[in-house]
């Protein structure tokens, strides 16, 4: 079945570094590709998304491309704020099918920005 | 706009009491899920419906069964709660257009703790 790994969390950085998180799947047929963030005491919220094979997906500074040849969905952003501080998902959907959108979520990487 | 409302936020039980936690989106979305989060688990789909008067069993199943029988609202039931069932779970809800990319829209999460 599909499967989603993420680096083992947590992560802390400072204020301005660099961020990485890594996500590689595993999936039959072509699936699509999320990260979702989870603010404390909130509800997740899809922070990017990315179709098909070297799509970028962007969003409030935060970028991630879908390799399909490494099977990986990294995480990056160039520039952490304190705000960024949250529970980071990478999640797959094989969208035909019988599949009807159900996500296939990673197990999560908790990132706490200190200033 | 709500979006997606969880009642409760946050219930405590003893083993074996049954309980039913309600979902309900204002979205006119076709889809709705039910997950649980747990630490170092991500997130785990327990069932989910397509549409009105329709359910099927997701990845961890056992323990709870559900019921749509209009289409704004989800009930997820636990008919004789265990330990095994802290968790906080989440509703959400997509749109069912057949081969788009459906974002998931989340409820804020009901944290279930059982004695």
């Known amino acids: 079945g599909d499967s989603v790994t993420q680096m083992e969390g947590p992560v802390t950085l400072s204020e301005e570094a660099f961020l990485t998180i890594n996500c590689t799947y595993t999936a039959t047929g072509y699936p699509s590709l999320f990260w979702y963030v989870q603010y404390p005491g909130e509800g997740l919220q899809l922070l990017l998304k990315?179709?098909?094979?070297?799509d970028k997906g962007s969003n409030k500074g935060f970028e991630a491309t879908y390799r399909k040849e490494t099977t990986s969905f990294h995480l990056e952003k160039g520039s952490v704020q304190v705000s960024d501080s949250a529970v980071y998902f990478c999640a797959l959907s094989n969208a035909g099918g019988t599949s009807y959108g159900k996500l296939t979520f990673g197990q999560g990487t908790i990132l706490t920005v200190h200033p | 706009n709500a979006g997606v409302t969880q009642t409760p936020k946050f219930r405590v039980l003893k083993t074996g009491q049954s309980m039913t936690l309600l979902c309900a989106q204002d979205m006119n979305h076709e889809y709705m899920y039910w997950y649980r989060q747990d630490p170092g688990m991500g997130l785990r789909l327990i069932h989910y419906s397509v549409g009105e008067g329709t359910t099927a069993k997701g990845e961890v199943p056992d323990g709870y069964n559900v019921s749509r029988l209009k289409k704004q609202n989800f009930l997820l039931g636990l008919e004789s709660a265990a330990p095994s069932q802290t968790s906080v779970y989440f509703c959400?809800?997509?749109?069912?257009?057949?081969?788009?990319?459906?974002?998931?829209?989340f409820g804020e999460g009901s944290r279930l703790t059982v004695l």
């Open positions: 990315a179709t098909k094979a070297d």
């Open positions: 959400a809800s997509s749109y069912s257009a057949p081969r788009l990319i459906r974002e998931l829209f």
